[in-house]
C-alpha cells in the first residue's frame, strides 16, 4: 500500500490477489464482501450474518469454521485522532483514503507517529511525493526491534534523506484549524504543525467475536490454537494475524503478525479443517523493510530476547560487501549474529545494507540456519554458490561463523571477503 500512495503501483486493483467473481468462477467459492458475522453459535454450528448494505441479519450453517478475521491498528486515546488528515495504514481503502487527501488537499508537511516497518516505508512514500516529513516514536531509534548498531544506519539514512525524527517523544494529541482539518500534533515535548498525520504504532488482533464465542485467546489476546490451527472449540480453527504462532527457537507461544506466517498458517489451518492434518512447526519472525535505498531485515532472536529465554547470547558485528570489491557492481552490509555460547546454535542475525548489497539473500540464509537449528560450525562450512558477479569467495555467512567461532573458541581472528588471516 505504501507503493501505491506513492505511485510506484499506479492502480490500488493490482494491490487486489483476487476478485469474489475470480474465486467464484476459477474455485466455487463464494466471497460475501460488505458482510460481517456478527454473532458465532458454536453449539449449533452456525453464524450471524448482517448485510452491511440493507441490514438484512441471515443465519449461516458451517461444517468447520476458519476465524481469519486479522487486525486491526492500534489508535492511541488521545485527542484529535478522528480529524480530517489524520490516518492510519491497515487496508486497501485507508490507502486509497490516503492518496485522495493527497491528491485534493496537496499537504506539505508529514508527521508519522510510528518507527517501526510501516513508519519506515511511509517516509519514502511521503518524501517520494515531495512532503516534508518528521517521524515522533517514543522509542530511542528508528526499527526499534533492530539491535542498536544495526539501528544507527537506519537513522542516518533517515536524516540523509531529509527526514526529521523526534525520537524518545510520546504522542500527546492533535490539533485542528478553524475548517476542523489537522494542523498540529502535541508530543511529550512539544509541537509541530503539519498537514497529513500517519499512526503507524501498531496492530492488535481482531478477536472480538472470537472472544465472545467462547474461543480461549492466548499470547497478546489473539486467538490461541495447537500446532494444527484448532482453537478449544471443536471445529473452529484459526489463523493469520488473529492467531497465536509459536516460536521455533524457544518452542513457546507468541504472536507475529506477518503476511508469510499467515500465509503458512492459512494452508496448516486448510489441511487440518479438510482431513489432511499438519503440526504447524511455527516461525522464527524472518522479516524485511525497504526503507529509501537500504535494506533493514531480521531473523531469530536479539540478545535480550535470547536471555530470557534461557540462552547465553553472545554476538558478533561485522561488515561485509557481496562481490569482491574489484568487480563493479553489489555493495556493503553491516550484520550482526547471535549465538548460543555453550552450544554454537544459531539463534538470530540482523542486517542493513544498500538494496544492490544483496542483503536480503544473506538474511534469508541466516532464517534457514536459525530455523533448523544449526551452529556456527555449520555456517563455517556452508557451501554457497561463489562466482565474482555473485558472491564473495568468503559469503557473509560464512564470514559470520568463522567470526563466531574464533569468538566462541578464544581464537579471535580478522576476516574479509579474501578469507581469514
Not at 561485509?320 to 552490509?333: F, K, V
Not at 544459531?346 to 544492490?356: D, F, I, K, R, T
Request: hydrophobic share 40%; net charge negative; charged share 25%.
Amino acid at each position: 500500500m505504501p507503493y501505491y500512495i506513492s505511485g510506484v503501483t499506479a492502480d490500488h486493483r493490482d494491490l487486489i490477489a483476487r476478485t469474489p467473481e475470480e474465486f467464484r468462477e476459477k474455485n466455487e467459492v463464494d466471497v460475501l464482501t460488505g458482510h460481517r458475522v456478527i454473532e458465532i453459535d458454536a453449539g449449533n454450528r452456525t453464524v450471524l450474518v448482517r448485510d452491511l448494505e440493507s441490514g438484512r441479519e441471515f443465519r449461516d450453517e458451517y461444517t468447520v469454521l476458519l476465524l481469519s478475521t486479522g487486525a486491526s491498528a492500534f489508535v492511541p486515546p488521545v485527542a484529535g485522532v478522528d480529524l480530517e488528515g489524520c490516518f492510519v495504514l491497515r487496508q486497501l481503502s485507508d490507502s486509497i483514503s490516503i492518496k485522495s487527501f493527497i491528491r485534493d488537499r496537496a499537504p506539505r508537511r508529514a508527521v508519522i507517529v510510528g518507527a517501526g516497518p510501516v513508519g519506515m516505508e511511509m517516509c519514502e512514500s511521503f518524501r517520494r511525493l515531495g512532503l516534508a516529513v518528521t517521524v515522533v516514536d517514543t522509542a530511542v531509534a528508528p526499527m526499534p526491534y533492530m539491535d542498536p548498531e544495526l539501528s544507527s544506519r537506519v537513522l542516518e539514512k533517515l536524516e540523509s534523506e531529509g527526514v526529521e525524527c523526534r525520537l524518545g517523544e510520546g504522542l500527546e494529541g492533535m490539533e485542528a484549524d478553524r475548517n476542523g482539518t489537522l494542523r498540529r500534533i502535541e508530543t511529550t515535548e512539544g509541537s509541530l504543525d503539519c498537514d497529513i498525520a500517519l499512526l503507524a504504532i501498531g496492530i492488535r488482533p481482531a478477536t472480538e467475536l472470537a472472544r465472545s464465542a467462547g474461543v480461549e485467546l492466548g499470547a497478546r489476546e489473539a486467538v490461541k490454537v495447537d500446532e494444527g490451527m484448532h482453537t478449544n472449540i471443536e471445529g473452529v480453527y484459526a489463523a493469520g494475524d488473529c492467531a497465536v504462532t509459536f516460536d521455533a527457537i524457544t518452542g513457546s507461544e507468541t504472536w507475529i503478525p506477518l503476511g508469510s506466517t499467515s500465509r503458512k498458517q492459512a494452508r496448516a489451518a486448510a489441511d487440518s479443517m479438510f482431513g489432511a492434518p499438519v503440526d504447524f512447526p511455527g516461525v522464527v519472525g524472518t522479516s524485511i523493510v525497504k526503507c529509501f535505498d537500504l535494506t533493514v531485515g531480521r531473523t531469530g532472536l536479539d540478545e535480550a530476547y535470547a536471555r530470557e529465554s534461557g540462552f547465553e547470547p553472545v554476538s558478533v558485528s561485522f561488515e561485509a560487501r557481496d562481490t569482491p570489491e574489484y568487480y563493479p557492481s553489489g555493495g556493503g552490509m553491516a550484520l550482526k549474529i547471535i549465538c548460543d555460547s555453550p552450544s554454537g546454535r544459531v539463534l538470530g542475525a540482523q542486517v542493513v545494507g544498500g538494496l544492490a548489497s544483496g542483503a536480503d539473500k544473506r538474511l534469508d540464509v541466516f532464517a534457514v540456519c536459525t530455523a533448523a537449528g544449526m551452529t556456527t560450525s555449520d555456517l563455517e562450512h556452508l557451501d554457497l554458490a561463489y562466482a565474482p558477479p555473485y558472491s564473495a569467495a568468503v559469503d557473509a555467512p560464512i564470514m559470520a561463523g568463522n567470526l563466531m567461532s574464533g569468538k566462541l573458541t578464544g581464537k579471535p581472528c580478522r576476516c574479509d571477503s579474501s578469507g581469514l588471516e
